[in-house]
């Protein structure tokens, strides 16, 4: 059974740093695109980063408003996905949900294409 599990939320003041980590579990890291995902109250879902999977190029991609400031990145021997996020802003606060997908690379930005998901780590940023 896949299991994810994210740590490393918290409070920080606007400016500051935090660094999530994704453990994954009941799969090979290395066959999967890993995905970070974020939800305000009352917005929806939405991407936030993404490193594609070894055979896919291992490349990674961001949503715009976080380009510069984030930094997602793999341990594929250690089984383990980071989100390094610098300069946070209020607007970041937010859950932080780390999610496995195997499809296309055109589809890695789609929450509905993520086959497992984690709990979630709150994120929030005073000003």
């Known amino acids: 059974q896949v299991q994810l599990t994210e740590s490393g939320g918290g409070v920080v003041q606007a400016g500051g740093s935090l660094r999530l980590s994704c453990a994954p579990s009941?799969?090979?890291?290395?066959?999967?695109?890993m995905g970070w995902f974020r939800q305000a109250p009352g917005k929806e879902r939405e991407f936030v980063a993404v490193?594609?999977?070894?055979?896919?190029?291992?490349?990674?991609f961001y949503e715009e408003f976080v380009q510069g400031r984030f930094t997602i990145s793999r341990d594929n021997a250690e089984k383990m996905v980071y989100l390094q996020m610098n300069n946070l802003k209020p607007e970041d606060t937010a859950v932080y949900y780390c999610?496995?997908?195997?499809?296309?690379?055109?589809?890695?930005?789609?929450?509905?294409?993520?086959?497992?998901w984690g709990q979630g780590t709150q994120v929030t940023v005073s000003s």
């Open positions: 490193s594609s999977r070894p055979g896919s190029g291992g490349k990674a």
């Open positions: 009941g799969l090979t890291l290395r066959n999967y695109h």
């Open positions: 999610a496995a997908s195997q499809v296309a690379l055109s589809g890695i930005r789609q929450s509905e294409m993520y086959r497992a």
